[in-house]
């Protein structure tokens, strides 16, 4: 990885996620060159922003646990969060920040990244990764959005907002352009709001590279013109709760069609 790039994320990494040491960067990479993969073992990898930034690091993948509330005929596993390590196949749940908001319970197929939300990229799941920038980025994000970005410079504070406001916001967001929706549904058994997003670079007059953040502080940054933004934001009885798909220009319609198989298996969890 080049010195521009590793100075662009540690940039953007303070305002996003905390990441492992930048001298096991390279190590990591030269390592999986090296040697032929071995089954156990894990990536830990993240992309961010516009780049493409990868940071890979070896860490053994951590054996199913089942939580506290299972369906009795799967292992559910509770979502490890940002831990930067591959994830075994199987049903995971993702509880948010906000205990008045249901656990976020959903499938994915072998071979996915523990980030903020699970995601994929190119290479991740080959030996050859970490010795190129992927060419290409997916992932789910599970958010109780605070603040989004607008156009002018400008950032909206969602705090206590109902989900029509989130939406609208949405489709007021910089950088971004609605290629589809609002349009008004039902998902997971609650009314929802679907629209699609597509990213359109930067203007020039904002020189914020921060999309939205979510509850507990999280950064959620632009990922490069052509990223295309798929939005649910359901209403959990005035509470809105946003599941955003991701996918950036170049990625395989398999890998996009995986992830929407991903959002399809998704259950809210009612917390006790």
Request: hydrophobic fraction near 35%; charged fraction near 25%.
């Amino acid at each position: 990885m080049s010195e521009r790039l590793l100075e662009t994320f540690r940039e953007k990494a303070e305002q996003v996620a905390r990441v492992p040491a930048f001298e096991l960067i390279e190590a990591a990479g030269r390592a999986r060159r090296r040697r032929r993969h071995v089954a156990g073992a894990a990536t830990a990898a993240f992309v961010l922003a516009t780049t493409g930034i990868l940071v890979v690091t070896d860490e053994p993948s951590a054996p199913p646990q089942p939580a506290d509330k299972t369906d009795g005929t799967s292992l559910v596993t509770p979502y490890p969060g940002n831990q930067g390590r591959a994830l075994d196949e199987g049903t995971y749940e993702f509880e948010l920040p906000d205990p008045s908001l249901p656990d976020v319970r959903f499938t994915l197929p072998p071979g996915w990244n523990s980030w903020v939300g699970p995601n994929l990229f190119e290479g991740f799941r080959d030996e050859e990764a970490g010795a190129k920038e992927p060419g290409w980025y997916l992932g789910l994000l599970i958010l109780d959005v605070r603040s989004i970005a607008q156009r002018g410079c400008s950032t909206t504070d969602l705090t206590g907002q109902d989900p029509a406001t989130v939406v609208q916001a949405f489709t007021r967001a910089d950088r971004l352009r609605v290629t589809s929706g609002p349009e008004r549904t039902v998902r997971f058994g609650r009314p929802t709001t679907h629209l699609r997003l597509q990213e359109q670079g930067p203007s020039g007059e904002c020189l914020n590279s921060v999309l939205l953040f979510g509850a507990g502080g999280s950064g959620i940054t632009y990922f490069g013109r052509g990223t295309t933004f798929d939005i649910l934001v359901l209403d959990l009885d005035g509470r809105p709760l946003v599941l955003m798909s991701t996918w950036t220009r170049g990625t395989p319609p398999a890998e996009v069609d995986s992830l929407l198989r991903v959002v399809d298996s998704i259950e809210l969890v009612e917390r006790e």
